[in-house]
């Protein structure tokens, strides 16, 4: 997956300051605690997304199963990698991705994921719109030695993107009632289809 992004903003530091999916959960847990979520937002909404996406998401840590396939695939990777995922506590789709990404990841350990927040490095964010928006998460892989892309994914699987596409073009449909929709598909889908969407890009990524 070719892209044209300004990878400059992507630096060692910032790789070393992201956290790992262990520090990201803990941070999403402490500043609930503190009446607050990701990136400053304190309304009542935020908070109530952040707390069923932690309850999603740490059900998906015990319940998430790879496909055998992909995950000799990732045995087999070669090539150390870092993905870089952007990410807000808020996000559903963050909530539902990120434990399957996070499984793959944990399959090799010459895989290293990263978590940085979209609001905190909107410099890194414009450089993976989607169709124009700051859509998360969205899965950025790097060569580990020189921080070249090798490519990218998201925010969500192709079938949860069109019902999104689909959903803003209907007249009358409000973002709350696309994101339900979104959120039974994947609650039937268990993580099956990003995994089949990632399967071939992590061939190419591991082939450059």
Do not use: F
Not at 148 to 177: D, F
């Amino acid at each position: 997956m070719s892209s044209t992004a300004d990878t400059s903003v992507i630096t060692r530091e910032l790789i070393d300051n992201a956290m790992t999916y262990e520090e990201y959960s803990n941070l999403v847990d402490r500043l609930m605690e503190e009446g607050k979520t990701t990136s400053g937002h304190t309304d009542e909404q935020m908070l109530h997304y952040s707390t069923m996406n932690q309850h999603r998401m740490k059900r998906l840590d015990k319940t998430v199963k790879l496909d055998e396939e992909l995950e000799q695939r990732l045995q087999d990777v070669a090539t150390p990698m870092i993905w870089l995922v952007l990410s807000e506590g808020w996000c559903g789709d963050a909530a539902q991705n990120l434990p399957v990404i996070k499984k793959m990841a944990d399959t090799n350990d010459a895989i290293d994921l990263r978590i940085i927040l979209r609001e905190e490095n909107l410099d890194v964010m414009d450089q993976y719109l989607t169709n124009g928006g700051r859509s998360i998460p969205k899965l950025v892989a790097l060569n580990a030695d020189t921080l070249e892309e090798l490519g990218t994914w998201g925010p969500r699987p192709e079938p949860a993107q069109q019902l999104y596409e689909e959903g803003k073009s209907e007249e009358g449909r409000t973002k709350k009632e696309i994101a339900k929709e979104i959120q039974k598909w994947y609650s039937k889908d268990k993580g099956k289809t990003v995994q089949e969407e990632l399967k071939p890009l992590i061939e190419q990524w591991d082939n450059q």
